[in-house]
Each structure stands twice: as C-alpha cells, then as structure tokens.
C-alpha cells in the first residue's frame, strides 16, 4: 500500500486549508485522519469508510472539519475550515483493509504526514 499525503501549510486562524490522502496498493476499509501536535498523543481526527461514505470525527473538530472521498482516484480528503491555533500538529492519513475506528495502533498504514500550522 502507498499513501502520499499532502495539502498542508501556514494559515491564519480563521482560514480553511484542504489536506488530500491518495492511497493505492490494496482494496480498502476505511480511511482516517489523525493528528499530533509536540509533546502530546496522537488525536484521532475523522475517518470514513469507503463501501458507504460513513464518517465521524473527532469532538475537537466536529462542524469545522469535512472528510470526503472520490472513489474513482482512491483519494480521501478533510476540508478544514475555521481552523484555530490549536489545530496546529501534524497530520497523517492512515488506511486498512478491516478496520474502520478511531485507534490509531489498528491502523496498518500510514502516510508520511503533512504539517499545518496555524497562526493567531
């Protein structure tokens, strides 16, 4: 499985920002977005799943953040809108063939990571 995550970037707080997963390599269950920020855990964001479109997310983003996906280029997109210094980490996509949650450690792949960075 290859996953190439990019989309990231500076913005000010306020500013939306479109991050984008592009997986390949392996039929799929689901994709999820997480996040970490220096010094703490890894925080689940949103994911979905792609036999139905099903989403959920993370409390800390549910209403400013949209997650997507366009079956025909196996892509996987979150749409951050209203986003906030506190929204300021790392984000990776992460991709399995069974599992469909808001563990990170059940995720069997992941993408290099993508940093956002929001300034007040």
């Known amino acids: 499985v290859q996953l190439q995550a990019y989309g990231g970037g500076l913005v000010q707080a306020g500013n939306s920002l479109r991050l984008s997963c592009a997986a390949s390599?392996?039929?799929?269950?689901?994709t999820a977005w997480f996040r970490q920020a220096p010094g703490k855990e890894r925080e689940f964001v949103a994911a979905?799943?792609?036999?139905?479109?099903?989403?959920f997310y993370g409390d800390s983003v549910k209403g400013r953040f949209a997650i997507s996906r366009d079956n025909a280029k196996n892509t996987v997109y979150l749409q951050m809108n209203r986003l906030e210094p506190e929204d300021t980490a790392v984000y990776y996509c992460?991709?399995?063939?069974?599992?469909?949650?808001?563990?990170?450690?059940?995720?069997?792949?992941w993408g290099q990571g993508t940093q956002v960075t929001v300034s007040s």
């Open positions: 992460a991709v399995d063939s069974v599992y469909y949650g808001i563990d990170y450690r059940s995720y069997s792949y």
């Open positions: 979905i799943r792609w036999s139905d479109g099903d989403r």
């Open positions: 390599g392996l039929p799929l269950r689901a």
